[in-house]
C-alpha cells in the first residue's frame, strides 16, 4: 500500500457498521466502513478514513464504492471502474447499486476482498421501487462523443486491443473532462456521455463545447498511439454532440444517478452524425448556439432528421473559440 494508513479512521466516535477486507499479496487488509468506503488506485478528494487504496496498475482510480444505508438496512456496491468488479463470481453493471451482504466476495482485477458485517439483513434481492426516492427536472448541458465508424472497427480488431485502447482513451479524456468541470454520467461501449448543472454552472454551454473542442483535440494527438484503428489503418476519429435541455434525475437514496429523457438522445444522435459525411467534429443545437454564439466561429447552420425524433432539427457546427 502506499498510504499504509489509507484505510483507518483517524477520529471517528462511531462504531463501524461493517468492514471490506482486501486479501494482498498474502495479508489482509480490514478497512471499517461507517457509511461509505470507496476503493481504487487514488480516490483523489476522499477523506483517509473512506477510501481502502491498492496500487494495482489494473485498478482503477476510482474502482468501486461501499455505501451503508441503515434507513433502507441495506449495503450496496457500486461499480465505478474500467475494468470490471465482480461480486461472487458475477461481473455488475457499471453504475448499478446491487445490494451485498455479510460474507460476499467482491474481486477487483486480481485482488480479493470480503465484506463482513452482522447488520443489512433487509432485502436479499434488489427492488428498484424499495430505493427509488424521487424523480426531479433539471436544466443540463450535455455532451456525448461517439468514435465513428466503431462497429467496423470493432469487428476487423481483437477484443483484447479494444478494450485496452478504450481505457487509454477514456483516461485522457476524463483527464480533460475534469479540466472543464464536467460530470462524467457513464461510458457507453464507444461513447462517453458527460453532464453539466445549469444551475450550478451559468456558463454550462460554454464549458460543454469547450471540452468537446479540447477532447476532439485529445483524441487527433493520441489517436495514432491507441491499438486500434479505423479500417484504413487511420488513427481514430470521435464525433461531438453538444445539447441543452430538461433532462429527469432518477435519483436512488444516497445512490447514483442517471439521466433520461429526449435530451439525452437527441445528444447520442448528434453525436452520430457530428464528424461524418464531411461535419465538422463538434456539433451543438440551436439552444446551445444561442446561448454561446458570441464566444464562436460557426460553420452554416443545418436542419437534419434525427433518428426518433419528428420534424428536423437545426444544429451548427463549431469551428474554433474566438
Not at 141 to 152: A, H
Not at 189 to 204: I, K, N, R, S
Not at 243 to 263: I, N, P, Y
Request: hydrophobic share 40%.
Amino acid at each position: 500500500m502506499d498510504d499504509p494508513q489509507a484505510a483507518t479512521p483517524i477520529q471517528e466516535t462511531s462504531k463501524p457498521l461493517g468492514y471490506l477486507v482486501a486479501h494482498v499479496d498474502g495479508s489482509d487488509l480490514v478497512a471499517p466502513i461507517f457509511d461509505q468506503l470507496y476503493v481504487g488506485r487514488e480516490c483523489s478528494g476522499i477523506s483517509r478514513e473512506r477510501r481502502l487504496l491498492i496500487p494495482e496498475a489494473a485498478i482503477s482510480r476510482n474502482h468501486c464504492e461501499i455505501r451503508l444505508d441503515l434507513a433502507a438496512d441495506q449495503a450496496f456496491i457500486i461499480d465505478t471502474s474500467s475494468n470490471g468488479t465482480w461480486l461472487n463470481g458475477r461481473r455488475l453493471e457499471r453504475t448499478l447499486p446491487v445490494p451485498i451482504h455479510a460474507n460476499d466476495r467482491i474481486r477487483i482485477s486480481k485482488v480479493e476482498l470480503t465484506f463482513q458485517t452482522d447488520r443489512f439483513t433487509a432485502i436479499k434481492q434488489f427492488d428498484p421501487n424499495f430505493t427509488y426516492k424521487e424523480i426531479n427536472e433539471a436544466a443540463m448541458v450535455m455532451v456525448v462523443g461517439d468514435i465513428t465508424n466503431y462497429s467496423t472497427i470493432s469487428q476487423v480488431t481483437d477484443h483484447k486491443l479494444i478494450a485496452s485502447g478504450l481505457q487509454t482513451l477514456w483516461q485522457h479524456l476524463g483527464d480533460v473532462l475534469r479540466e472543464y468541470q464536467g460530470t462524467l454520467n457513464h461510458y457507453a461501449g464507444d461513447a462517453l456521455y458527460a453532464v453539466w448543472e445549469l444551475e450550478t454552472f451559468p456558463q454550462a454551454n460554454e464549458l460543454g463545447i469547450d471540452f468537446a473542442l479540447a477532447a476532439n483535440q485529445r483524441v487527433e494527438r493520441v489517436g495514432g498511439e491507441l491499438p486500434f484503428r479505423q479500417e484504413d489503418g487511420s488513427p481514430i476519429q470521435m464525433g461531438w454532440g453538444v445539447v441543452q435541455g430538461k433532462a429527469a434525475l432518477t435519483a436512488m437514496a444516497r445512490m447514483s444517478e442517471a439521466v433520461l429523457g429526449d435530451t439525452t438522445n437527441l445528444a447520442f444522435r448528434l453525436s452520430g452524425i457530428a464528424g461524418r459525411s464531411g461535419r465538422a467534429p463538434v456539433m451543438v443545437t440551436d439552444a446551445v448556439h444561442a446561448a454561446a454564439e458570441a464566444q464562436y466561429r460557426w460553420g452554416h447552420p443545418e436542419q437534419v432528421e434525427i433518428k426518433g425524433r419528428h420534424g428536423r432539427e437545426t444544429v451548427y457546427p463549431v469551428l474554433a473559440r474566438l
